[in-house]
C-alpha cells in the first residue's frame, strides 16, 4: 500500500529552526510537494522536490533522497506566524497526490 | 482573480437530508478534486475530475457523487447525509493532466451532520 508518514506534533522556540521530516512508500513517484495550513484554513503550497537535493526558498527549505523514500523541510529564523499545519504529499505514477497526516508545529516565545 | 471559490461555507445537517457544495474555479484547470479532512488524518480524496464531463472515484467515494458539467465548476452531492460525513471539505484544482504543478485549494466548506 502506500504510505506517507510525518510526525504528528511538533514544538520549537520563536527565532530558532525546526526540521519536519516525512517518509514515503508510494506507487511510483512523481514529486513531492510540501504545503502550510493555518488552523481554519486551505493549505497554500510551499516548495515541490523532483530531483534529489535541497531546494531553498527564504527561510524556508525543501530536501529530497528519492532512494530513502525521505524529505525533510527546514524553517529558519522562526517566527509565531509559522505556527500551523506542514502537510507532505507525493505525487504517485498516476498524477495523483498522496497526503500525510501533517506536522502540527507549535512556536513559543 | 479569485481562484478557487467553495460554496457553502458552513452548513448543518440533518441525517439523511441532501445537500450540494459547488466548486468555481477560474484559473482554466483541468482537474478539479473534492478532498475530506478530518482530524488526526490527511486530505482524504472523494472524487475527482480530469476534465469536463467526466468524473472518476478518489479514495473514499461512498456516499458522495459528483458532477462536471462545465470546466469551471464542480458539484459534490451528498444524497443522504449521515453524521460520518461531518468533515471540512475541500475543492481543489490543478492544470494539465500529467502536470506536476501545484494544487489550488478553496477555502473549505465546514459541514456537520446531526
Known amino acids: 500500500g502506500q504510505n506517507i508518514d510525518q510526525p504528528t506534533e511538533m514544538t520549537a522556540t520563536e527565532g530558532a529552526i525546526v526540521q519536519i521530516n516525512c517518509t514515503y512508500q508510494?506507487?511510483?513517484?512523481?514529486?513531492l510537494f510540501w504545503y502550510q495550513q493555518h488552523a481554519g484554513e486551505a493549505p497554500t503550497f510551499l516548495s515541490y522536490n523532483v530531483l534529489d537535493g535541497l531546494e531553498e526558498k527564504g527561510r524556508f527549505s525543501s530536501f529530497l533522497s528519492r532512494s530513502k523514500g525521505y524529505s525533510y523541510l527546514l524553517l529558519k529564523e522562526l517566527q509565531m506566524k509559522d505556527s500551523a499545519s506542514y502537510l507532505c504529499?507525493?505525487?504517485?505514477?498516476?498524477?495523483?497526490?498522496?497526503w500525510g497526516a501533517g506536522t502540527k508545529l507549535i512556536i513559543k516565545p | 482573480n479569485a481562484g478557487v471559490t467553495q460554496t457553502p461555507k458552513f452548513r448543518v445537517l440533518k441525517t439523511g437530508q441532501s445537500m450540494t457544495l459547488l466548486c468555481a474555479q477560474d484559473m482554466n484547470h483541468e482537474y478539479m478534486y473534492w478532498y475530506r479532512q478530518d482530524p488526526g488524518m490527511g486530505l482524504r480524496l472523494i472524487h475527482y475530475?480530469?476534465?469536463?464531463?467526466?468524473?472518476a472515484k478518489g479514495e473514499v467515494p461512498d456516499g458522495y457523487n459528483v458532477s462536471r458539467l462545465k470546466k469551471q465548476n464542480f458539484l459534490l452531492g451528498l444524497e443522504s447525509a449521515a453524521p460520518s460525513q461531518t468533515s471540512v471539505y475541500f475543492c481543489?484544482?490543478?492544470?494539465?493532466?500529467?502536470?506536476?504543478?501545484?494544487?489550488?485549494f478553496g477555502e473549505g466548506s465546514r459541514l456537520t451532520v446531526l
Open positions: 508510494t506507487s511510483g513517484f512523481n514529486g
Open positions: 481543489a484544482s490543478r492544470r494539465l493532466a500529467g502536470d506536476t504543478g501545484e494544487l489550488f
Open positions: 475530475s480530469v476534465g469536463e464531463g467526466t468524473t
Open positions: 504529499a507525493v505525487m504517485d505514477s498516476n498524477y495523483q497526490l498522496i
